[in-house]
């Protein structure tokens, strides 16, 4: 287990993963009974984009950075926009935060959070990002049979995100497993789930098996590449892949793709969002 988040927050993927984040949030807390989000990869929650692994990389500086020194990007990254300036002195870019705190900044009494976090030292961080008066747990083991395991079933609302690290092979496998088991008892569930963008054989085979899985409900790509798929050895882009998400999602996420790849991307960048909805096999 050698990934470490701090070394990319705020980097070009985390903004395209969280400004779908605190979008879906946005409407789903918008009104209605309480939600529970589980969070499978929590991470360690808020990042200091001065500490050596940031500056090694410099990845939220061609990131994090230029949204926040952008003067016109879309709307849809207002609420992303506002959350780290809350975590930030005036003016200065110094934290970025990650999906715990950006899910418990958005999250209504009576609404609850169940983040998951592997690793000792970043699960130490996740806890003391933590509200502590609130409906926030954070578990320290595996999220992929914790959240199986915890998922409430339907009438509950339930929100999933998944986001892991990719550095194993089974991933993909995990994250369709993950569907697979918590669907069938809550269909209204959303998922969304982050995944990398290296070569479109690997991405095209994971969104059929999501496909399969999500079984007619619909699917939501939301894509950036900052360059043409060329080399399968680099992140080219990422891609936010949504089961069940409000059709309201689809033209912040569109405008926020789109800036991504005109403001961070080279040549041949694209920035788009596709809908997918496959009849029901069972029916
Ligand atoms: C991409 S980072 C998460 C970033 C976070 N979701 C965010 O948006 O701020 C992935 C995290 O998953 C953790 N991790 C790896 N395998 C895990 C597992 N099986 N269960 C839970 N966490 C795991 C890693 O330690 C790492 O902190």
């Not at 989000?37 to 984009?49: E, K, M, P, Q, S």
């Not at 090694?56 to 020194?69: D, S, V």
């Not at 395991?149 to 995100?161: F, G, I, K």
């Not at 912040?252 to 960048?269: C, D």
């Amino acid at each position: 287990m050698n990934y470490r988040h701090a070394f990319h927050a705020g980097n070009f993927a985390d903004l395209a993963k969280h400004v779908i984040l605190t979008r879906l949030l946005g409407e789903i807390t918008a009104a209605g009974p309480p939600v529970t989000v589980i969070d499978t990869h929590a991470g360690a929650g808020l990042y200091d984009l001065r500490a050596e692994s940031s500056r090694r990389t410099g990845e939220a500086q061609i990131g994090a950075q230029r949204l926040m020194e952008a003067a016109a990007a879309p709307r849809a990254f207002d609420e992303l926009r506002a959350a780290v300036r809350r975590c930030n002195a005036p003016g200065e870019l110094r934290y970025y935060p990650g999906s715990p705190v950006l899910i418990t900044a958005a999250l209504r009494p009576g609404d609850r959070y169940i983040a998951c976090e592997l690793r000792p030292d970043d699960y130490a961080a996740l806890k003391q990002v933590l509200p502590r008066e609130s409906g926030s747990l954070a578990h320290r083991g595996d999220g992929w049979t914790h959240a199986a395991r915890v998922a409430p079933r339907t009438p509950a609302r339930l929100l999933v995100l998944v986001d892991p690290p990719f550095e194993r092979g089974d991933d993909y496998e995990q994250a369709v497993g993950l569907i697979r088991r918590i669907l069938p008892d809550n269909p209204s569930s959303v998922f969304a789930i982050w995944t990398p963008l290296k070569d479109l054989a690997t991405f095209d085979a994971f969104l059929g098996d999501v496909e399969d899985v999500a079984a007619g409900r619909p699917v939501l790509a939301a894509e950036v590449r900052l360059r043409p798929l060329a080399d399968p050895m680099r992140l080219n882009g990422c891609v936010m892949v949504l089961i069940n998400a409000p059709a309201e999602i689809e033209a912040p996420a569109r405008a926020a793709m789109e800036w991504i790849a005109a403001t961070l991307g080279e040549a041949g960048a694209l920035g788009r969002v596709t809908k997918y909805q496959m009849p029901d096999p069972s029916k």
